[in-house]
């Protein structure tokens, strides 16, 4: 494309939208090219003259991946070895914005990476996509002001259908081209202005969620460290319990026996909250890489029918964990999918009173739905989403003991084998997880 007059931006900028389309980049990134090429040409226009505009896909040689590349070769000579925008923000709308010099000509090149999971382009592809796009006719806002100009011609025709109204049918159709030019100009400042507005607030977006990454990695660096570094001593403390307590050791009184069973008491449950900090930060962190196999849900039912019944001490309360309909056969990871029913089934547990917690499975066609439902207190509607917060528990006097991460990191886990959890539950009618899992993995 050519660009040399003021016109000519609105059409660069149209045709680079279509072509990034076109090879597959998404509507934000189509939106990125177009604002970038409309601020590059508009400084080139000014200070150069005007430019050559070429769109070119190519394949990067360091790591393989298909770049839209836009080159702007100035008419005139740049007033720099080395262009720099006027607005500093367009660079991060784009992946390079810099001047290249071959063959003593310098072209402003710019380039955008093509989204990995877009369509292939062979080369018949690409010849019919440059026929659409030769073939096609963009429109320009003083289009859009030129047909309202011929209608309007047309309504004073047929209102001044004499041949001596002529004259003044002219002298109008002369004031409408001067209006027509006036909106165009003003069309021209409100679009400049919006362009500098998307581009600096499609710059403070791309900032703000650098900052939103740098953040959450820290935290997570921050948990994990810490639960590392506390497991060591807390380890010791319940050893140290251990020999106090230990029939080999000097003997003990009453008193300092119940002091002793206390400090590991306190330990034990320190240990379990750093063992679940140190897990939550794993799966935040992305470090947690599940080790696909074929699973048999029996085997896990069965493994969990037998670790978690001495768990069910209190005498009204029954452990039932039924046997999944055959064939029950999942693509997963058995250890963490064990994890994420042992947390539930050991929230009901703990939470239930009276009557039964029990595990059951069905299959419901590509997916599995494992369900674990309790007769316990419930949970009102409005605290469904907030109890898989870290470190939060429903307030009143059904709160016992915990630290309020076993919800948080099955949840995390679910995702993470391409499921979800789904909580019912209502006051005084129990509460029912339902972990939703695809048959072949995620």
Not at 210 to 239: C, D, M, W, Y
Not at 252 to 273: C, Y
Not at 296 to 320: C, I, M, W
Not at 415 to 439: D, I, K, N, Q, W
């Amino acid at each position: 494309m050519a660009l040399r007059v003021e016109q000519d931006i609105f059409l660069v900028r149209q045709r680079g939208r279509e072509v990034a389309a076109a090879v597959g980049l998404e509507h934000q990134d189509q939106v990125r090219v177009a604002t970038a090429l409309s601020e590059v040409a508009r400084d080139l226009l000014r200070t150069a003259g005007g430019a050559d505009v070429t769109f070119t896909l190519v394949a990067n040689a360091d790591d393989g991946r298909r770049h839209l590349r836009i080159d702007l070769a100035p008419v005139g000579a740049l007033p720099a070895d080395r262009y720099e925008p006027q607005s500093g923000a367009v660079a991060r709308l784009m992946d390079k914005l810099d001047t290249v010099t071959g063959e003593g000509d310098t072209v402003v090149r710019m380039s955008r990476r093509v989204p990995a999971n877009a369509p292939a382009l062979p080369p018949e592809r690409l010849a019919e996509l440059r026929a659409q796009l030769g073939a096609s006719a963009p429109g320009s806002a003083l289009d859009e002001l030129t047909a309202q100009n011929q209608q309007l011609i047309a309504a004073l025709d047929e209102v001044r259908s004499q041949r001596d109204e002529l004259a003044v049918l002219n002298e109008e159709l002369a004031e409408t081209n001067r209006g027509v030019m006036a909106l165009y100009n003003q069309l021209t400042e409100e679009l400049e202005e919006t362009n500098r507005g998307v581009v600096a607030l499609y710059a403070e977006l791309d900032e703000k969620s650098a900052q939103l990454r740098a953040a959450s990695e820290s935290k997570s660096r921050f948990l994990a460290n810490v639960s590392h570094e506390l497991r060591a001593p807390v380890t010791a403390i319940i050893g140290l319990g251990r020999l106090l307590a230990d029939s080999a050791s000097d003997p003990l009184t009453v008193e300092q026996v119940r002091q002793v069973g206390l400090i590991r008491s306190s330990a034990a449950d320190l240990l379990a909250l750093v063992n679940e900090l140190l897990d939550l930060a794993k799966a935040e962190s992305g470090r947690i890489e599940p080790d696909w196999a074929e699973v048999d849900l029996r085997s896990v039912f069965g493994q969990l029918r037998g670790t978690l019944r001495a768990l069910a001490t209190r005498p009204g309360v029954e452990l039932v964990v039924e046997e999944p309909p055959a064939p029950a056969v999942l693509r997963t990871d058995e250890v963490l999918l064990a994890r994420v029913l042992r947390n539930l089934l050991h929230n009901g547990l703990k939470f239930t009173e009276q009557g039964e917690v029990r595990l059951a499975a069905e299959r419901h066609d590509d997916r599995w739905r494992l369900t674990v439902s309790d007769t316990g207190p419930g949970i009102a509607p409005e605290q469904h989403e907030r109890i898989f917060e870290e470190f939060y528990q429903v307030p009143g006097k059904t709160r016992v003991g915990g630290t309020g991460l076993g919800l948080p990191y099955a949840r995390r886990l679910a995702m993470l084998l391409g499921g979800s959890v789904l909580l019912v539950s209502e006051p005084g009618r129990g509460a029912s997880f339902t972990v939703s899992l695809p048959v072949d993995g995620a």
